[in-house]
Each structure stands twice: as C-alpha cells, then as structure tokens.
C-alpha cells in the first residue's frame, strides 16, 4: 500500500485547514465542502490510484427520456468541455448521477493533480446541479454520502 497516498491525504486535510485527514480501515475518506458538497477519495488496493467521486443526484426515467438531459450531460462529458477527462455517468443501479475522476498516486509531484482532481470535480458539480435544478422531472437531492466502495479491480486499467 502506497503510503504516498496517505501522505497527499494528510497534507491536503491540512491544506484545506481541516488538521489530520485519513483514510479510513476501507481506503475512503470524504471532505465536506461549503453548499454541501462531499468529494469521496478512495484510495485503490494496491494505493497506487485514488478515485474521486460525488453523487450529483438521482435522475427519474422521465427526465433522461425527454432527451435534452441527457444530450446535455453527453455534451458535458466531451473532452472539450472536460479537460481532466472526469466521469459523468448514471449508476444504473438507481438512477444516481456520479462525477468520478482517476488521479495515479506514484510520484510526489502528481498531487498537484490531486488538488486539481478536487478543485476541477467541485466546479464541474456544481456546473452539472446546475442543470439538474433546471430538470422539471427526476431531480432529486443527492443521498447522503456512504462508505459504499466504487474502486474494483482493474477499474482503471
């Protein structure tokens, strides 16, 4: 297990002035942000790549049929309008929309992309809440955030 991760996370806690950050015993961490936004940072098995990821809400059928949703949310995933190349998906298990974004954990220098990662996933949410609110049908409040593991092996291989 890559201790370089666990350095980025105690170093970004105190960045953000919130003192000593951890992962916890299953490898995931969350930050509160102001307008209640949660970033999850899971860290991989091997602690080699850590996976940000937030849920945005749900999406009802109804709104995705109407098909401007979702042409939207294709337009939002172009790599045009996406430079760090984040996930934007629909967990089809229920309906939840998920911003996720990659970030390798194997240089010291590459935890400017973590700050990055963090910083681009904020604004991308709140571009994509945004949106929603304009949504007549499907939107909901996204869950409260859990400890539910997303990293599976070879997810970003």
Partial sequence: MSSLANEWIERLGQELGLGHLEFAARGIVEVRFEGDIAVTIERSPAGDVLLLHM???R????ALAQGALFEELLRMNHAGNNPLGMILAIDESDGE?????????????QYED????VQ????RAQAV???LDQTPVGNEAPP??????LFHPNMLA
């Fill in 55 to 57: 849920a945005l809400g």
């Fill in 129 to 131: 809440q945004a949106l």
């Fill in 120 to 123: 681009q996933l904020i604004v």
């Fill in 59 to 62: 999406v009802g059928a109804d």
């Fill in 114 to 117: 973590l700050v990055a990662g």
């Fill in 144 to 149: 409260p955030a859990s400890s539910e593991v």
């Fill in 97 to 109: 929309l998920v911003l996720s974004h990659g970030v390798a954990a194997l240089e010291p220098a």
